[in-house]
């Protein structure tokens, strides 16, 4: 045999360990520096109330409680707030998925007179500051009879969600060949049945992106519904409010309050975090 035909392949070039080192160390280093202040929330919110005002604090909590947390259900009502708050987050990812979804779905497949500009003013709203709409949106909800309503508060957060929801959701349909749709027209579906057969299970990444996007937008916010909703009619967010008072600010019950609004995001995360893994990630490939 020759020694052309016994020569081994080249062994493919492994790339340096240290590179691989360094960019470990650098997601370490982003890990460290976004999780501390939850990390800190947490130690403030077991820490007795004395501690957490200590001008020297420890990184390491000395002792826990949890008498933070009885006193941040007692100092105002807790439920109510937490429960307007999903009715109006909920209800914000429904109306907004629905239609986004219609709104993307048009853009995508339907050529019409203006559709360029649809697209452009689409994203030229997701540019105008919050701030500078507040007395416009104040003033058009108290016209409307909606002010200190959850249905006003409703209408104003989907103004600000629908735009990156059509958005994102048109990156998605355009992702999908119009050719599977045409040949299950072809085998009989209607345009209607194709797309809920076809095009919606492929959706479902990017629908579930998005809705958790929209949720996290309309349990965080705070500005509005500061400005939108009295006491008796105001949020979890608002509610954080209470403690801080003319006698200064209880930041223990502070931090467990925060701590106690921040448990639906997370359960939601980790129900979710495969699917909106993989919709970011699809999403972000064609526009």
């Known amino acids: 045999m020759s020694s052309a035909s016994t020569a081994t392949a080249p062994r493919a070039v492994r790339p340096p360990r240290k590179s691989k080192l360094g960019w470990n160390v650098l997601g370490l280093l982003v890990f460290v520096v976004a999780g501390f202040p939850v990390y800190w929330m947490l130690n ?7 501690d957490a005002i200590d001008p020297d604090p420890s990184l390491l909590p000395s002792s826990l409680t949890l008498s933070n947390f009885s006193r941040a259900l007692d100092i105002a009502d807790f439920w109510g707030p937490v429960g307007r708050s999903l009715v109006v ?24 007179r203006g559709r360029k500009i649809v697209i452009v003013g689409i994203l030229a709203v997701q540019m105008i500051p919050l701030v500078a709409m507040i007395i416009p949106v104040f003033l058009l909800l108290n016209d409307l009879g909606q002010y200190d309503k959850l249905t006003g508060l409703i209408i104003t957060y989907l103004t600000f969600i629908l735009p990156f929801t059509v958005w994102t959701l048109r990156g998605f349909i355009v992702n999908i060949p119009k050719e599977l749709e045409e ?13 809920v057969r076809v095009v919606f299970p492929l959706l479902a990444p990017g629908m579930v992106a998005t809705s958790v996007y929209g949720f996290i937008q309309a349990w965080n916010e705070y500005l509005y519904a500061l400005m939108l909703l009295s006491q008796k009619n105001q949020t979890a967010t608002v509610w954080l409010g209470n403690f801080t008072t003319k006698h200064g600010t209880e930041y223990a019950p502070m931090m467990a ?6 448990l639906p995001i997370v359960v939601l995360f980790l129900l979710v975090q495969r699917k909106m893994a993989a919709g970011l990630t699809a999403g972000a490939v064609k526009g």
């Open 183 to 195: 040949a299950a027209m072809v085998d009989g579906c209607s345009r209607t049945g194709a797309f």
């Open 89 to 112: 987050s909920l209800s914000v990812v429904a109306i907004g998925v629905v239609v986004g979804l219609l709104a993307a779905l048009a853009i995508s497949r339907f050529a019409f």
């Open 44 to 50: 403030t919110a077991f820490k007795p109330a004395k």
């Open 257 to 262: 309050g925060a701590t106690m609004m921040a």
